[in-house]
């Protein structure tokens, strides 16, 4: 486990005929693709600017805080399966049932996945840790103490959108993960410059929101965690909503 292909051969085996990426009462819809995955390292300055109030704020821990005597950080990125983003088309402003359990079964393989790593790590040698699984982790006023999408900015993954979410090559329809390790390994190579450089401002992302939380100057995240939570209780114990990711020419990749 010494440079980025071999992890991602490590996450390529994992999701591999993983019965956990798979919906037994959907007949057994596929949840993700492959993982891409991105390198940072633990010393990036850029760790250090999260904490600035405008970005994340001062909670936000660097990687040395969360793991004294870390090196790197592996974040990654889970695609959406075709059945989940299509089935998700629809302009009825209700999220999909195979979206809601892509949010939360997928993110129990999520969860899987980071578990995994950190294991494979700590058998290899290397010290590890998932800061979603720490207990210091928290979200306070919509912003966490660990960002998977800001992490995956620093790791080379990609950049925001106008409706901030957070587009890779392999588009924003998907889900972020991350651990921190003591190895040592080369980052990636960012091959942008700017948090918005991979948005073509096209506005599709404008017209999917059911609640307009989204205008040609941004996303107001207010509306749509009002809406997210009011899922919650139409569809309990799933939720989420995802038509900004669905459906808009940066669903599957960096849009022209
Ligand atoms: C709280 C939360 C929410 C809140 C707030 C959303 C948000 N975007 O922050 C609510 C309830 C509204 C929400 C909604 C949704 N969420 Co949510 N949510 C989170 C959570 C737990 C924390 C996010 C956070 O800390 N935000 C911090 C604030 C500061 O982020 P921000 O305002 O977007 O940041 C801006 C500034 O930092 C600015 N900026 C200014 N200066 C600088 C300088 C630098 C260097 C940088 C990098 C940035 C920067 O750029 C950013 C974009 O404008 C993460 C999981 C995690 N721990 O990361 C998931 C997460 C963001 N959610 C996710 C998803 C999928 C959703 C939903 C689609 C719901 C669903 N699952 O169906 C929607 C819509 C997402 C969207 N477009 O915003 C995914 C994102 C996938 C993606 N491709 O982007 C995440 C990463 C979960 C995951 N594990 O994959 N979510």
Redesign the pocket.
Known sequence: MNDINSIARLLADFISGNPLNKVPELSDMVIFQEPLVGIASANDP?FI??KHK????PHHMTPTEWLPKAKTVISYFLPFSLRVRQSNHANDGL?STE?LYG?IEG?AF?NAMRKFLTEEIIKSGGKAIAP?HDPRYK?TD???N?????VA?IAGLGT?NL????ITKKG??????SVITDLSLSPTVRPYQD?YEYCNNCGACIKRCPVFAISKN??D?SP??DF?NAMKKKFEPRY???K??TSVPCETRIPS
């Not at 660990?146 to 800001?150: A, G, N, Q, T, Y």
Request: aromatic share 14%; glycine share 16%; proline share 2%.
């Open positions: 850029l600017k999260l405008e970005v994340v704020g999220p979206w949010r993110e999520n979603l979200v919509r912003r966490s660990w960002s998977e999408r800001h900015y925001f409706g901030k979410s957070f924003c329809a998907g889900r972020f993960g948090i941004g996303k995240h749509c965690a997210v989420g909503c995802g900004c990711q």
